[in-house]
């Protein structure tokens, strides 16, 4: 019975720990995706001084 248990805390365990490195992966991969993405769009930016006319 107790084997058992701690076979199934076990489990979850690590089951959780699969998930949570999952989610850490993903975080870093789409950090570096938006860091790029503003590396781009700064890139495509004009450096002067821009002016909006609205009607």
């Known amino acids: ?3 058992k248990f701690a076979a199934s ?3 979850a365990l690590l089951y959780a720990q699969g998930l949570l490195g999952f ?3 993903a975080t870093v ?3 570096d995706r938006a860091h790029a993405n ?3 769009m ?3 930016m ?3 001084p821009s002016l909006l ?3």
């Open 1 to 3: 019975m107790k084997t």
């Open 9 to 11: 805390v076990l489990s």
């Open 23 to 25: 989610a850490a992966l």
């Open 29 to 31: 991969l789409l950090k």
């Open 38 to 40: 503003e590396i781009a």
């Open 42 to 44: 700064a890139n495509d």
């Open 46 to 48: 004009p450096s002067g």
């Open 53 to 55: 006319v609205v009607r």
